[in-house]
């Protein structure tokens, strides 16, 4: 489980990671600045994750009251672990069910897997979830590192 994260809130649409290093660089050293994306507008959906590498880094940004990015004051919070799910769009139908779990368990146990069935198309439906347990914090932030991940040579979007 990692302890070191911080969950940051209220971010303007046009915040960088630069911003973020910018700001939060005061209080100590990064593994990653993830801003979280909508896979559809391509925009940002105002808030990020900031992995810090000691727990003095992010306690010293827990412990400031004031955080002020683009003259906006955002919210810095604890990280509470909780199982993570990722959507897993753009499935080509040849791929299969064992070709998707086999592909991501490569990174951590999955906890579970959801593949919605269109009953009117009477076909399953090009995307799904996957969950991962709370404790698979690093395997999932390497999927995120891009946008598209390949399966058996056909790009899917996570």
Known sequence: MNLNLIFVGRLKGKTTVDDLRLHFGQFGEF????IKIDIVTGRSRGFAFIE????????NALACTNHVIL???????KY???????????LSPDLTDGDIKDDFKHYAPLEAFEMPYDKVKNKRRDF??????????LAVNEILKSPRHVIKGKKVIN
């Open 128 to 137: 799904c979830f996957i969950t991962f347990g709370f404790d698979s914090n």
């Open 31 to 34: 593994h990653f600045i993830n």
């Open 80 to 90: 509470i672990p909780r199982q993570i799910k990722l959507f897993v769009g753009a």
């Open 71 to 77: 003259n906006r004051k955002v919210d810095v919070k």
């Open 52 to 59: 810090f590498k000691t727990m003095e880094g992010r306690n």
